[in-house]
């Protein structure tokens, strides 16, 4: 899935010495919360969606980024898994219709 495929470019990117985050977000066409990496190259932070193989660019709304899968606040607390026994329902719902970014090349913020 898109949480694998980031955390292999993660991996990847890291021993290679490039410096890389896991980003969490939303992406049009897709009907859940998706994944994809941000590199630090060139003095910005670079999108990229190993599950594409290209570039993020328009049509993605990013929600939260971390080191890892567990570090996103979107993850960690919208989507966390409970007991069979406990009787719980957590559901996002969200349908992007417009391009929400039209270059995901950042400033970092100091």
Not at 10 to 17: E, Y
Not at 29 to 58: F, K, N, Q
Not at 73 to 101: C, G, K, M, Y
């Amino acid at each position: 899935d898109a949480g694998d495929q980031a955390h292999v470019l993660l991996a990847l990117c890291r021993l290679s010495g490039i410096p890389a985050r896991f980003v969490n977000g939303l992406a049009v066409g897709i009907s859940t919360a998706h994944c994809w990496v941000e590199v630090y190259c060139g003095g910005l932070w670079r999108a990229l969606d190993p599950t594409t193989g290209g570039t993020v660019e328009s049509g993605y709304l990013k929600l939260s980024h971390g080191p890892d899968y567990n570090a996103c606040a979107l993850e960690r607390d919208w989507f966390q898994q409970f007991p069979e026994s406990i009787l719980t329902t957590n559901e996002l719902s969200a349908q992007v219709t417009e391009h929400v970014i039209t270059t995901r090349d950042t400033v970092p913020r100091a």
